[in-house]
């Protein structure tokens, strides 16, 4: 059980350890995108994602620590064009271990928070429609379900699943009138 753990914005440094822990979750879990070791990101893939996200404004990696090791990480990516630069995708993954303990709670307010803080009207994801728990987290948290993408994932035991696709807008950035 974690008991304490902080959250902190990505360094070139936590890159390895990041390469290393992606697969891990990966293979942990049906509700991620990716089976283990699918679309694999190299320590330098992540330095690149890292400067990126440090020199985009409408982006923000986040990564959980505890014990001096990263256990999980989020990211909100926002889009170049001026007509979707009002919103960001939201992801996150964490170490099975570390589930229950909080860390992806604060990982989602973290990104809100500093969402508002940006100006930035919508926050999207999307998660798997059997993953409720997540889904119950998400809606605590404002979010709505958009749509539903129909047998959008095959699953290492051949059923196909569906896909939420959830928005959170934050109506205080809305013009007045």
């Known amino acids: 059980m974690t008991s304490h753990y902080t959250i902190r914005q990505a360094q070139m440094k936590d890159a390895p350890r990041l390469s290393t822990i992606r697969p891990i979750i990966d293979g942990e879990t049906e509700f ?70 909080g860390i992806g ?22 998660v798997l429609a059997d993953n409720h728990k997540a889904i119950k987290l998400y809606e605590q948290y404002g979010f709505i379900t958009e749509g539903i993408l129909v047998d959008d994932k095959r699953l290492s035991d051949g059923t196909y699943h569906d896909t939420l696709i959830m928005g959170r807008i934050q109506t205080s950035h809305l013009p007045p009138g």
């Open 32 to 101: 991620m995108d990716r089976e283990e070791g699918e679309a694999f990101i190299t320590p330098e893939g992540f330095r690149t994602i890292i400067q990126t996200d440090e020199e985009t404004p409408n982006h923000l990696f986040l990564v959980a620590e505890t014990d001096g090791e990263i256990v999980g990480f989020s990211r909100c990516e926002g889009s170049p064009l001026k007509r979707s630069a009002h919103r960001v995708e939201f992801g996150v993954c964490l170490l099975k271990a570390h589930w229950g303990n």
């Open 105 to 126: 709670r604060k990982l989602l307010e973290q990104s809100l928070q500093w969402a508002d803080a940006q100006q930035i009207r919508k926050v999207t994801l999307s």
